[in-house]
């Protein structure tokens, strides 16, 4: 199954998701990659899912990817005596580690000695998505005296936000390293680390996951944009978590990080997902706003690899549709003679390395000679990564022996993800390459083709061939 568009969709499967037959419908409509978001659902109803996808893979001959979503740490208050409270700006509200006190319209328990450890003398902290902001004047291991600045209803259990602040916290909780080992063991493709602070958090998870998956760093953190260059380099993939960026961040900065990020990651040749609230309305209704359609077509005109549905497509009325309307923006957009120079002009120049010269060369070359198809022929991914950075103007076919790597390629921008048997030499590639645009109708016999690989074809990361063809 050809997809005639270059950016990938991620939808999230849930309640509204589970049945294979809308699993399969969701596949049909767009969907390259699905979600398993491990903050919700069990570890049978994660295995079910997966193991729908992989016969669905298995019934149409694509590849599939499958990201596994990590909870990562949540910080939330306790409860209160006397459900919620209203808390009045300018009024005094203390939080401590008293677990075994219910809150009251004065205090509430806060039990996370980590946040007390990094908080100072005018520190600020949101509370319920940002909506109640509370000023630190007082603060000691294990409590903090604020004033509220904006007020409003607290509940039990709502999150804490500390923006600006590095909090001496892992990423991984330990439900994350039980769900990791747990996605690991069935062969899942991505993992996405929430709560990134720090590339350490990345280096971290890449010493358990060893090569198993690649990582996904979730940026949702101020103290994760800081480091951004660096996180990029450690990272595998990148996700804008707009969403939780949004709360610890004014919400006008939001649209410039985005195309900071999408820019960091372009140029680093690193796959980008731009995630939340992307066509938030098709929750409840069949079609988007207006300004939702915008949104998705912005982050394609960025350059995005992948854009994501959340609550759209694992717990809305009408998950199906919504993918399939994500799908027509992303094809109406790509379309657009504008988006082509606006890819174009935010080419970054290449590295002084083998595979980046191959990867500008083809690009140049598929232009000049006007090919159906570029090919690259890649064991690890990394081929085939490089030629996406550049964006040709024509599909890329990723073929590869290793059905993981054909997985990991489905959130590749432009790679249309091939498995193949392992070749010995550069005839056997050349002729493979040409039977395989043959046979998923990218070209005709008598057509040129730009293939790109690696010698030796067994050792990953060697990208140093270039080669022209003709379709026999």
């Keep these: 199954m050809r997809r005639h568009r270059n950016a990938k969709i991620v939808a999230t499967l849930g309640p509204a ?35 729908t996808i992989r016969a669905i893979e298995r019934e149409r001959g694509r590849p599939i990817g499958v990201l596994l979503d990590l909870q990562g740490p949540k910080l939330r208050i306790g409860t209160f005596a006397d459900g919620p409270v209203q808390l009045a700006a300018g009024a005094p509200f203390r939080l401590d580690l008293e677990r075994d006190a219910p809150g009251t319209a004065s205090r509430a328990t806060l039990p996370h000695p980590e946040i007390f450890a990094a908080l100072r003398e005018g520190t ?53 390293r039980r769900d990791l080992e747990f996605g690991l063991g069935l062969g899942v493709d991505w993992i996405a680390l929430s709560f990134v602070q720090r590339p350490e958090d990345i280096r971290e998870i890449k010493a358990i996951v060893d090569g198993r ?24 993939a990148i996700m804008v978590a707009r969403g939780d960026l949004g709360v610890e961040m004014p919400a006008e900065l939001v ?16 796959p980008v ?26 982050a394609i005109y960025d350059g995005a690899d992948a854009v ?14 919504a993918v399939r309307m994500m799908n027509s923006i992303i094809a109406r957009t790509e379309s657009d003679p504008l988006y082509h120079d606006a890819i174009q002009a935010s080419h970054t120049p290449p590295r002084a390395e083998a595979a980046d010269a191959i990867g500008h060369a083809m690009r140049h070359v598929a232009g000049l000679l006007r090919v159906p198809a570029t090919v690259a022929y890649t064991s690890s991914g990394y081929s085939a990564l490089r030629m996406a950075r ?64 690696g010698l030796p074809f067994t050792v990953a990361g060697t990208t140093n061939l270039l080669r022209i063809a003709q379709i026999a």
Excluded at 255 to 270: D, F, M, V, W
Excluded at 315 to 320: D, F, K, Q, W
Excluded at 396 to 410: C, F, K, N, Q, Y
């Design 17 to 51: 998701s589970t049945e294979p037959e809308i699993i399969d419908a969701l596949f049909t409509a767009g969907a390259d990659v699905f979600r398993l978001n491990f903050s919700h659902g069990s570890h049978d109803d994660h295995r079910q899912r997966l193991d």
């Design 124 to 176: 600020e902290l949101l509370l319920d998505d940002g909506r109640i902001r509370l000023r630190v004047d007082r603060c000691g291991e294990q409590f903090a005296d604020t004033t509220v600045i904006d007020g409003g209803m607290l509940s039990d259990r709502k999150g804490v936000n500390v923006p600006g602040v590095v909090l001496p916290l892992s990423a991984m909780t330990e439900k994350d």
């Design 213 to 236: 998956a690649g990582i996904v760093a979730k940026l949702e953190k101020p103290a994760a944009i800081q480091s951004l260059d660096a996180i990029v380099a450690e990272a595998d």
């Design 255 to 270: 649209p410039s990080l985005q195309k900071q990020i999408l820019r960091a990651c372009r140029k680093a040749g690193k």
């Design 273 to 298: 997902i731009v995630a939340t609230q992307m066509l938030e309305s098709m929750v409840a209704a069949p079609v988007p706003t207006r300004a939702e359609a915008s949104d998705v077509a912005t």
């Design 308 to 321: 994501m549905l959340s609550a759209e497509s694992a717990s809305g009325r009408y998950p199906v549709e």
């Design 390 to 453: 550049e964006r040709p103007e024509v599909p890329i076919l990723g073929m590869t022996p290793r059905v993981a790597t054909a997985r990991r390629l489905a959130l590749a921008w432009g790679v249309h993800a091939v498995l193949c048997h392992e070749v010995v030499d550069v005839l056997e590639m050349t002729e493979l390459a040409s039977r395989t645009v043959l046979a998923e109708r990218f070209g005709q016999a008598g057509e040129s083709i730009v293939i790109s690989a």
